[in-house]
Nanobody
């Protein structure tokens, strides 16, 4: 059984930093899309950052240069370092995992990750509140 457990949320003033962690257990697929999403009250789920087993990393434009996603495979832990936080970053942050789908493009294979609502495994979330 795959489980994802987030921690590290809290309250911080604008300009501050927080580091989120997500322990992934029971995941056995050789490929992975690991992602952080966030959802604020009254808003849809927004992709924040994704790290793939093929080495690709992607960020939402709104967090580029401020957030860093990493995965420690020895600890099976996904991290999100958040710096220069803004009030608009306030949301419930969730981590998610999915094996993705390998797609052949010419001589290469590309790992395609699902949309935010279609990840196979998700955690319960950790709240981040940024005050002005």
């Amino acid at each position: 059984q795959v489980q994802l457990v987030e921690s590290g949320g809290g309250s911080v003033q604008a300009g501050g930093s927080l580091s989120l962690s997500c322990v992934v257990s029971g995941y056995t697929d050789s490929t992975y899309c690991l992602a952080w999403f966030r959802q604020a009250p009254g808003k849809g789920r927004e992709g924040v950052a994704t790290i793939l087993s093929d080495g690709n990393i992607n960020y939402a434009d709104s967090v580029k240069g401020r957030f860093t996603i990493t995965f420690d495979s020895n600890k099976n832990t996904l991290y999100l370092q958040m710096n220069s936080l803004k009030p608009d970053d306030s949301a419930m942050y969730l981590c998610a995992a999915d094996p993705g789908m390998s797609i052949e493009v010419g001589p290469s294979e590309i790992l395609h990750c699902p949309s935010a609502e279609n990840y196979a495994y998700r955690g319960q979330g950790t709240q981040v509140t940024v005050s002005s």
